[in-house]
């Protein structure tokens, strides 16, 4: 497999990563935020059309992508990380679906641990006004069987960020850097090795670059590789760790 983009601590692979999982070697964290339900791009598209828009939102534009959604996706995907995944696995997804991951990555081997939630600062508001907004994601938190260790002593799987805006790079969907950074922070240790097999803009590995871990990064739009590598080949700074970060 030629990689998309290599440097020293990143290594970027275009395509579908049912097809380039299997032909990796095992990992220490499988860090990622792949697609989400089919049911939630739904709801997203029902309200979008009840308050009458004629152009299809971001997310919209999304699901009608090559990324498609989880549902098609889950079964290999949940069986490559748990064959490949020598510590924790965390997965985003939407809080309607994490039941689906826990009981798949269970089933496959990996004890699930917690589900843990991302609390957005400055979410975006409900604009139908007709109910609640959604202010916060969640992530499934398994491990391999055997011991387990994080850097976070006994506090809580709960991560307060602001969404990004001023950052944010050209993806519907991107996660904070300031989340990611606190995520492989927590979860894994230098010199060890991550993968996030729905890459996207490319935070995960941005982050894993300032903090010295190596990582591999799968995307299937290779658009979404181009921004990503061109994210990493910017200069990094240094992030210093701090004890109980």
Same mark, same amino acid.
């Given at each position: 497999?030629?990689?998309?983009?290599?440097?020293?601590?990143?290594?970027?692979?275009?395509?579908?990563?049912?097809?380039?999982?299997?032909?990796?070697?095992?990992?220490?964290?499988?860090?990622?935020?792949?697609?989400?339900?089919?049911?939630?791009?739904?709801?997203?598209?029902?309200?979008?059309?009840?308050?009458?828009?004629?152009?299809?939102?971001?997310?919209?534009?999304?699901?009608?992508?090559?990324?498609?959604?989880?549902?098609?996706?889950?079964?290999?995907?949940?069986?490559?990380?748990?064959?490949?995944?020598?510590?924790?696995?965390?997965?985003?997804?939407?809080?309607?679906?994490?039941?689906?991951?826990?009981?798949?990555?269970?089933?496959? &081997?990996?004890?699930?641990?917690?589900? !843990?939630?991302?609390?957005? %600062?400055?979410?975006?508001?409900?604009?139908? $006004? *007709? /109910? #609640?907004?959604?202010?916060?994601?969640?992530?499934?938190?398994?491990?391999?069987? &055997?011991?387990?260790?994080?850097?976070? !002593?006994?506090?809580?799987? %709960?991560?307060?960020?602001?969404?990004?805006? $001023? *950052? /944010? #790079?050209?993806?519907?969907?991107?996660?904070?850097?300031?989340?990611?950074?606190?995520?492989?922070?927590?979860?894994?240790?230098?010199?060890?090795?991550?993968?996030?097999?729905?890459?996207?803009?490319?935070?995960?590995?941005?982050?894993?670059?300032?903090?010295?871990?190596?990582?591999?990064?799968?995307?299937?739009?290779?658009?979404?590789?181009?921004?990503?590598?061109?994210?990493?080949?910017?200069?990094?700074?240094?992030?210093?760790?701090?004890?109980?970060?």
């Amino acid at each position: 497999m030629k990689p998309y983009y290599q440097d020293d601590y990143c290594t970027i692979y275009h395509g579908d990563c049912r097809e380039v999982l299997p032909r990796l070697g095992q990992v220490d964290h499988v860090i990622t935020d792949p697609p989400y339900s089919r049911d939630f791009y739904q709801r997203i598209r029902t309200n979008h059309e009840q308050l009458g828009k004629s152009r299809p939102v971001s997310l919209i534009a999304l699901r009608a992508g090559a990324i498609g959604d989880v549902n098609e996706l889950i079964d290999p995907v949940s069986t490559a990380i748990a064959l490949y995944c020598r510590r924790w696995a965390i997965v985003f997804s939407d809080i309607e679906y994490c039941g689906e991951w826990r009981e798949r990555l269970q089933a496959r &081997g990996l004890d699930y641990v917690r589900t !843990g939630a991302w609390v957005k %600062v400055n979410p975006m508001p409900q604009f139908s $006004g *007709d /109910r #609640p907004g959604v202010g916060f994601e969640v992530c499934t938190i398994c491990h391999a069987k &055997g011991g387990k260790r994080w850097n976070g !002593g006994g506090r809580p799987a %709960v991560w307060t960020h602001h969404i990004s805006r $001023g *950052d /944010r #790079p050209d993806h519907p969907t991107p996660k904070p850097l300031s989340l990611m950074l606190q995520l492989i922070q927590l979860f894994s240790d230098p010199g060890e090795l991550i993968l996030d097999p729905f890459l996207g803009s490319g935070t995960t590995l941005v982050a894993a670059k300032n903090l010295g871990r190596e990582a591999i990064g799968i995307e299937i739009e290779e658009r979404y590789c181009e921004i990503a590598a061109k994210r990493l080949a910017q200069e990094v700074l240094p992030f210093r760790e701090e004890e109980g970060a």
